[in-house]
């Protein structure tokens, strides 16, 4: 039995406890909201799971010296704008050595670090690790079979916390690659953004795979440019990852993204969602991003015109759809 400080009570957050705690982990949850504190306590319940039952005997807190002392594996599921200043409060609580894995998933805007970067730069003291992959939050929490990857500097760290995860229903994988797994699991909420744009337009099928296709050849152009591996957007947390998020009505980022290709603005998209929808924020960083490694990301640019510059969805579209003649893949060489 392993002694896990979960920092946030979001969703996601919350679905893990409950799965660590079933795999028989002992488990302390931390909020910065005490109203959330007092409902979890009283309620053994969640807002935004409703169905899933929080165990009796699991810990609840505000205070985060509680939430982290004496723990074998810190936990942190806070939305990414909250990363850096949730790990500020965690540094004089942290001991040398101590496992944090983040569970969150974006880029910072004003620096356009990932979220481990972030935490190591908070976090000296920490060993720094990832877990990320298709993994909805209302499905993890009612035990439907799960794959996810586990990123770290290091095999044992990747190990440990793939021996901690992995149960009959969650199924962990190991990797090396800390920033192709963060690349994957931030950038396809950007695209997840234009998938649910197309939908809220009205459109098909044979968009939405366009989508997905061409958006894992720019999340890929750009992570490899960035020194992520190739192989890594080819699997969970890339690929598999940006499928389920572009597909599911469980996606915050899709929902938001129908609404607005419905017509409402990013404003009142977002407070009809009621949940932080990331890929506004990781939009503008994924464009920052594309220009600094000069990489082309014709959709991030599109989705950066309808969010942030007034410009129409079916104008995106159509301006997609008018680029200029091009090779699918400029790595195969004709005969």
């Given amino acids: 039995m392993a002694k896990i400080g979960i920092i946030g009570s979001g969703s996601w957050g919350m679905a893990l406890s409950v799965l660590l705690y079933n795999n028989g982990h002992e488990v302390a949850v931390w909020s910065a909201l005490p109203d959330e504190i007092k409902e979890m306590e009283q309620t053994h319940r969640h807002h ?7 165990p009796e005997d699991m810990v609840f807190t505000q205070d985060l010296e509680e939430a982290m002392t004496g723990k074998d594996l810190l936990v942190t599921a806070v939305p990414s704008v909250y990363v850096r200043s949730t790990a500020k409060r965690m540094n004089p609580f942290c001991r040398y050595g101590q496992v944090v894995v983040n569970v969150a998933k974006g880029i910072e805007e004003t620096t356009l670090m990932t979220l481990s970067e972030i935490l190591e730069e908070e976090l000296p003291m920490a060993d720094v690790a990832v877990l990320s992959g298709p993994s909805h939050a209302e499905e993890v929490s009612k035990g439907l079979p799960t794959t996810c990857v586990a990123g770290a500097s290091t095999r044992k760290t990747a190990e440990y916390i793939q021996s901690i995860f992995m149960s009959e229903v969650f199924r962990v994988y190991t990797s090396p690659d800390i920033q192709g797994i963060e690349l994957g699991g931030s950038l396809k909420n950007v695209i997840a953004l234009a998938a649910g744009i197309a939908d809220g337009l009205g459109y098909g099928d044979n ?6 296709t061409r958006g894992i050849a720019e999340i890929s152009r750009l992570g490899t440019a960035m020194g992520g591996k190739i192989q ?14 572009c597909a599911s009505m469980h996606s915050r980022n899709r929902r938001a993204g129908i609404l607005m290709g419905q017509g409402k603005s990013m404003e009142e998209a977002t407070k009809e969602v009621k949940m932080v929808v990331e890929g506004i924020y990781s939009a503008k960083a994924a464009l920052a991003l594309s220009e600094k490694y000069e990489v082309s990301m014709p959709i991030v640019e599109q989705v950066n015109a309808v969010l942030f510059d007034g410009k129409s969805a079916s104008e995106a579209v159509r301006d997609l759809m008018l680029r200029d003649k091009t090779i699918e893949s400029s790595d195969i060489p004709w005969e």
Avoid: C
Avoid at 48 to 54: A, D, G, Q, R, Y
Avoid at 207 to 212: E, G, H, R, S, V
């Fill in 48 to 54: 935004t799971l409703p169905e899933l039952i929080l």
């Fill in 207 to 212: 968009t939405k795979a366009a989508l997905i």
């Fill in 232 to 245: 890594t957007f080819g699997g969970l947390s890339g690929i598999g990852d940006l499928i389920v998020t």
